[in-house]
């Protein structure tokens, strides 16, 4: 018999996040995936993705990350070691969600707000060759001159067999973000 690593792969993988480490309201849901990899998330149903995805096979890491949650003037405050999280509960907006990087010293490019285009990303890969001919723009990637990095999930297919793809995405009407310091 032989084996297929990406089956077998897919098999084992956790793509639910720890319950101790998620913080969710009727529309929104956050993601503490590590001290600096946070899962941002907004559905107008209420409804969440807790599937495998082409991008994203496991949210489960092993291990609660360090972090304290508190309430303060009507905003949900998120701090670990890496970063501090503001959020107002409300859809996501540039004035109402964002994200510091901590110990990034000497810059402007510490703070995230929602909506904010990187402006120094060090990109990443092409999603396809298919039809290329010379030169093709890449997608931004994980690492970033800013001190952090977005990685929009939404558009990724749906696993829902471990060798099949169901052509269906995990969009709502926002995207669902993966937030990281780079």
């Not at 964002?98 to 510490?110: L, M």
Request: hydrophobic share 35%.
């Amino acid at each position: 018999m032989t084996s297929n690593v990406f089956i077998d792969y897919v098999r084992n993988a956790r793509p639910c996040m720890r319950d101790a480490t998620v913080l969710q309201g009727k529309h929104w849901r956050i993601g503490i995936l590590t001290e600096s990899l946070i899962r941002l998330e907004w559905s107008d149903s209420g409804e969440f993705e807790d599937r495998l995805t082409q991008m994203a096979v496991n949210r489960d890491f092993g291990a609660d990350p360090e972090f304290t949650v508190t309430h303060r003037n009507g905003l949900l405050i998120v701090d670990t070691p890496a970063l501090y999280l503001t959020y107002d509960g409300k859809p996501f907006s540039k004035e109402g969600l964002s994200i510091v990087v901590k110990g990034v010293s000497d810059t402007q490019f510490n703070t995230w707000h929602y909506g904010d285009a990187p402006l120094h990303n060090l990109k990443g890969t092409a999603r396809t060759l298919d039809e290329a001919d010379g030169e093709i723009a890449l997608d931004d990637g994980v690492l970033s001159r800013d001190g952090w990095a977005v990685i929009d999930d939404s558009g990724s297919n749906v696993i829902v067999e471990a060798d099949e793809v169901d052509g269906k995405t995990n969009s709502d009407s926002v995207p669902n973000c993966w937030w990281h310091p780079s």
